[in-house]
């Protein structure tokens, strides 16, 4: 590609560029580009159904902003009267052709998946009672923590990975505390606490006594993948829709806690968001259930940010917010 036809294919990609992206939406890309190394289209090529577009759309965000910046390097060093522009034209070329390749990467979407979102393939798996209980009933004892854990307290298979600590409290008390996974100084809680009355749910009793069995304390921790393959293996077992992944459970939790009458604020603290308006892109509580769920209180390390309310910067200016603390055990590390 020439130079003129360099400015004109970067012209095109960018026209349409969001520039003002959310900061979780920052947080995210920047995970993904510090990961990727050397090997974008590989990288790209590994990344599962669940994460594919947002690597591809994190990938093409770096990479057609190195194209501009390498373009305007390249105008800048002739400004100054260089001639040897042979490098730069050539590191132009391969950030377009990595745009190209990118960009023609697609993943192909089954029958069942097809058109449908989390929220939609939810509502279906609503109608016929609470797949939960199939799931758990087909879960191996490898999988069985983790599909409780998912199912009870709607946490992210990340702060799974991270360790979440599950402590008994009296007869039927359930304390889960979870170290936040998408935290940063806008964006998520560093540490949250859910707790849980066992005679509330079935569920959650036979969670309460797996921990009183291992002693009234237990540290729980597995890998995203092995989380997932966990609950593949338990649906195809029970005879459910394999697209059912671990955040399926993280969107009946959030439905479990709008239909329970919770506030949009108690529902942020408890799925971990530390604005309101996250809420809204998870189940609407007419996919939750009545009787499921069994969530009695909830505590965060830092304030959730009520829609319309200030902005972090905002609250910046106005000093550090004051926690909303329960009074809750912290557990040992």
Do not use: C
């Amino acid at each position: 590609m020439t130079l003129d036809e360099l400015r004109q294919f970067s012209a095109d990609q960018i026209k349409d560029m969001k520039f003002d992206l959310a900061l979780s939406t920052q947080a995210d890309y920047g995970r993904i580009n510090r990961a990727v190394g050397g090997d974008f289209v590989a990288y790209l090529r590994s990344a599962p159904n669940s994460t594919f577009y947002k690597r591809k759309a994190a990938l093409l965000w770096r990479l057609r902003f190195s194209l501009a910046e390498s373009i305007a390097d390249i105008d800048e060093a002739s400004a100054r009267g260089e001639t040897n522009l042979g490098w730069r034209l050539d590191q132009a070329r391969v950030y377009a052709e990595l745009v190209k390749s990118i960009a023609a990467e697609t993943r192909k979407q089954s029958r069942s998946q097809k058109g449908k979102s989390k929220k939609i393939g939810l509502k279906a798996l609503s109608k016929t009672g609470d797949f939960r209980d199939r799931l758990v009933e087909a879960a191996g004892k490898a999988g069985l923590i983790g599909i409780l854990v998912l199912s009870i307290a709607g946490v992210r298979p990340a702060e799974i990975e991270r360790g979440v600590t599950l402590q008994a409290s009296g007869d039927h008390g359930l304390d889960i505390h979870i170290r936040g996974a998408k935290h940063t100084e806008a964006t998520g809680h560093e540490r949250r606490a859910q707790r849980h009355d066992a005679r509330k749910w079935n569920l959650t009793a036979k969670l309460l006594a797996l921990v009183k069995k291992a002693g009234g304390k237990l540290l729980f921790s597995r890998r995203p993948d092995l989380l997932r393959d966990d609950i593949k293996r338990a649906a195809a077992r029970a005879k459910l829709p394999l697209t059912i992944s671990p955040y399926t459970l993280r969107h009946r939790f959030s439905a479990d806690l709008k239909k329970a009458g919770w506030s949009p604020v108690e529902v942020a603290k408890a799925m971990g968001h530390a604005s309101t308006r996250t809420g809204g892109r998870y189940a609407r509580k007419q996919s939750g259930g009545s009787g499921t769920g069994s969530m009695t209180a909830v505590w965060t390390s830092g304030e959730v940010r009520e829609f319309g309310k200030p902005t972090p910067e905002e609250y910046a200016k106005l000093g550090s917010p004051k926690s909303n603390v329960l009074a809750f055990e912290e557990p040992e590390p």
